[in-house]
């Protein structure tokens, strides 16, 4: 009886019950039009070679990027372990989702059989990641030089701090060290190229949104 005389007072109680259903329908169908819009245009993950005319030619590397920004991107190039790959560091990451947020481009070098080599600061390893910066400027996107971010985690950090900390002029603003060593992974040059770590043993999105807080306002100093 009561239910009656709400419905019969208030005649939006009323339509409610009526149309409810149909409602419900027409919300799922604009929230998932608007998911696709948003979505539209968002650049996706690729495997790509490093082009003939590049001294690390044939290299792989799984990228990231807008190819027509509105204005230079910051681009940070993430560095996976010995004995892992590049894909499964940027499934576990998730940091191309942060790029999409963010507005960055991303790049994920690949080791030679799995192995970085970190014998030779100035080995071909070292001019790979310089090759792919080039690349990523001059075939992917338009890169903001002054905010290249190198971050690794293991091996890989070892290697980013190698090629922060090099001779030759700066081309990292930041890099970001990951992982829990009994030792330091590496030579550090903070009055040129700040480092952050993350003292965790695996990489998730926790991982990345900290490196990106670090990294993200650094620009490139000179040597």
């Given at each position: 009886m009561w239910f009656g005389w709400i419905v019969a007072s208030n005649p939006l109680a009323g339509w409610w019950g009526k149309n409810k259903k149909n409602v419900i329908i027409v919300g799922v169908a604009l929230v998932a039009v608007w998911w696709l819009v948003a979505g539209r245009g968002r650049p996706e993950v690729e495997q790509v070679d490093i082009p003939d005319d590049y001294p690390s030619a044939g290299r792989e590397l799984r990228v990231q990027a807008p190819s027509d920004p509105d204005e230079p991107l910051p681009l940070v190039i993430i560095l996976h372990d010995d004995n892992a790959d590049a894909q499964s560091l940027e499934r576990a990451s998730d940091a191309s989702s942060l790029a999409n947020r963010r507005d960055f481009a991303l790049a994920f070098p690949e080791a030679v059989a799995g192995t970085w080599r970190l014998d030779d600061?100035?080995?071909?390893?070292?001019?790979?990641?310089?090759?792919v910066v080039r690349f990523m400027d001059e075939e992917r996107t338009d890169v903001d030089l002054d905010r290249v971010y190198i971050w690794g985690i293991g091996e890989g950090a070892r290697l980013a701090l190698l090629a922060a900390c090099g001779p030759g002029d700066p081309v990292y603003a930041g890099v970001g060290v990951v992982?829990?060593?009994?030792?330091?992974?590496?030579?550090?040059?903070?009055?040129?190229?700040?480092?952050?770590?993350?003292?965790?043993?695996?990489?998730?999105?926790?991982?990345?949104?900290?490196?990106?807080?670090?990294?993200?306002?650094?620009?490139?100093?000179?040597?």
């Open positions: 600061p100035n080995g071909p390893d070292l001019q790979y990641l310089r090759d992982g829990q060593f009994e030792t330091e992974p590496g030579p550090t040059c903070d009055a040129v190229t700040p480092h952050g770590r993350v003292a965790e043993t695996a990489w998730d999105d926790d991982v990345t949104d900290a490196l990106w807080d670090f990294s993200h306002d650094k620009r490139r100093r000179s040597a």
